[in-house]
Nanobody, 129 residues
Framework: QAELVESGGGSVKVGGSLRLSCTTA?????????FSWFREAPGKEREWVAA???????DYADSVKGRFTVSEDNAKDNLFLEMNSLKPEDTAIYYC??????????????????????WGQGTQVTVSS
């Protein structure tokens, strides 16, 4: 069964860095896809963070632009989110999500969580001062 599994979360001080990973091999075999990172903080709605498609195009939420980088490895087996200059407001559970060819969203809909059919279990990121 196809699944997404996140890892790499943890606790870090303000200004620190973390690199999240998500296994995506089950999905990249389709050849065409969109992967996104979302996050959910306590008491807040799930928020889109970044996306990458099978062409390598990327997009970011304004709140993380210039600090976070989304990428894949060369084998297309793993998705990454490199997070730098972390702030307390980045504290959340981070999820990777996949959208597949039969329901591929256009770029202007990448931030919509309902465009994604597959979700990982999430990994906690805590940023403290």
């Amino acid at each position: 069964q196809a699944e997404l599994v996140e890892s790499g979360g943890g606790s870090v001080k303000v200004g620190g860095s973390l690199r999240l990973s998500c296994t995506t091999a089950s999905f990249t075999s389709f050849g065409i896809y969109v992967f996104s990172w979302f996050r959910e903080a306590p008491g807040k709605e799930r928020e889109w963070v970044a996306a990458i498609d099978s062409d390598g195009d990327t997009d970011y939420a304004d709140s993380v632009k210039g600090r976070f980088t989304v990428s894949e490895d060369n084998a297309k087996d793993n998705l990454f989110l490199e997070m730098n200059s972390l702030k307390p407001e980045d504290t959340a559970i981070y999820y990777c999500a996949a959208s597949l060819p039969y329901s591929l969203p256009p770029p202007d809909r990448w931030p919509d969580q309902y465009e994604y059919s597959y979700w990982g279990q999430g990994t906690q990121v805590t940023v403290s001062s």
